[in-house]
C-alpha cells in the first residue's frame, strides 16, 4: 500500500509545473471579470427574452407530445 502511495504522489508531482502562479491567475481573474461588467447590461436585455423563447419552445414541445 505504501508503495501505491508513493507512486501516486510521484506521478502527480509534474502536473503541478502546468498549474500558473498566483500572479498569472489573478492577471486572467481581472479579465473575466472586466468582460463580465461589459456584457453585464446586454444580457439584463437578452435574459427576460431568452428565458420567454426557451418557455415557448417548452410549450410548443409539451403540446406536441402531450405531456
Known sequence: ???L???VAFS???????VPPVRCLNLFLV?????ARQ????????????RLGF???VA?????FYI
Open 1 to 3: 500500500m505504501l508503495d
Open 55 to 57: 418557455s415557448r419552445v
Open 5 to 7: 502511495f508513493f507512486a
Open 60 to 64: 410548443a414541445l409539451r403540446r406536441l
Open 31 to 35: 479579465a473575466v471579470q472586466g468582460f
Open 12 to 18: 502527480a508531482a509534474p502536473l503541478t509545473l502546468y
Open 39 to 50: 456584457t453585464a447590461d446586454r444580457s439584463a436585455r437578452v435574459y427576460p427574452r431568452a
